[in-house]
């Protein structure tokens, strides 16, 4: 249903406003309107005096709450991803703290809020153009993390695939089968991502053999090698995880979907 009402409201405004190269009308080509186009639309909506003026505003206030909303979302995912990597100690333990009243993730939600808002404020601060080629790149990341999912799903589950053939289609065929698919799109999203004239920025190696790398690339591909570096540290503080002894066949769920 979120879907449905954003593409009506694209619709509606694009119906509204145009999409031509007019630069003096009310559409996104005149330079005035580009930064704020709500204020505009709905002044010619709802007026500029009166009710119509409180309705236009009014207009704006729900498109922030929406924002906001939109930047929750982006917290809560991978606050829950958190939560569930420290009931099982593949990060510190404090990550997995319920608040007693609330029953909310208290270290995840806010430790992931702070870690969006730092990298956002440093990839501004850096360059809005580094900031839109790592919003590009996120696409590399999820294909990864989710073909990763899918194979080890039929890692996982191999031993159940002979059960019957609803478990092997179920834990084995499609899992597998999706995770390759996405590893496809991922290797070869690296390859178009690898073009310095994708996306806005770009770096070339000031050695040999002096490749010319698009920044796309360089943010997924940098990002997901952090992460393998930390999780190798990480192995080296607490190797519980990594040993097998807190998520195997006999632990039992410590999170619970519902």
Not at 122 to 136: C, Q, Y
Not at 215 to 238: C, D, E, H, K, Q
């Amino acid at each position: 249903m979120l879907l449905v009402t954003y593409v009506l409201v694209t619709v509606a405004a694009q119906s509204f406003a145009g999409v031509s190269a007019n630069t003096k009308g009310i559409g996104l080509a005149n330079p005035n309107n580009s930064g704020d186009v709500l204020s505009v639309l709905g002044g010619k909506v709802f007026g500029t005096t009166g009710p119509g003026w409180v309705l236009a505003k009014l207009l704006v206030v729900m498109v922030l709450s929406s924002s906001a909303a939109s930047t929750l979302t982006t917290i809560l995912p991978t606050a829950r991803t958190s939560l569930a990597m420290a009931a099982y100690r593949s990060i510190p333990s404090r990550f997995a703290r319920i608040h007693p009243r609330y029953l909310t993730p208290t270290w995840s939600t806010i430790g992931m809020g702070v870690a969006s808002i730092a990298f956002y404020v440093i990839m501004t601060a850096v360059s809005t153009s580094v900031l839109g080629d790592t919003i590009s790149s996120l696409g590399l990341m999820i294909a990864f993390y989710y073909g990763l999912t899918g194979i080890a799903c039929a890692w996982w589950f191999r031993h159940d695939l002979r059960n019957s053939g609803r478990e092997l289609l179920v834990k084995g065929i499609a899992p597998l089968l999706g995770g390759l698919i996405l590893f496809a799109f991922f290797f070869y999203g690296a390859y178009e991502f690898w073009n310095p004239d994708y996306g806005s920025t770009s770096w070339t190696i000031p050695f040999w053999p002096d490749w010319h790398i698009g920044g796309v690339f360089l943010t997924g591909a940098g990002a997901l090698i952090v992460g393998l570096i930390l999780m190798y540290f990480y192995r080296w503080v607490n190797p519980s995880f990594f040993r097998g002894e807190t998520l195997n066949k006999d632990t039992a769920v410590l999170v619970p979907d519902n």
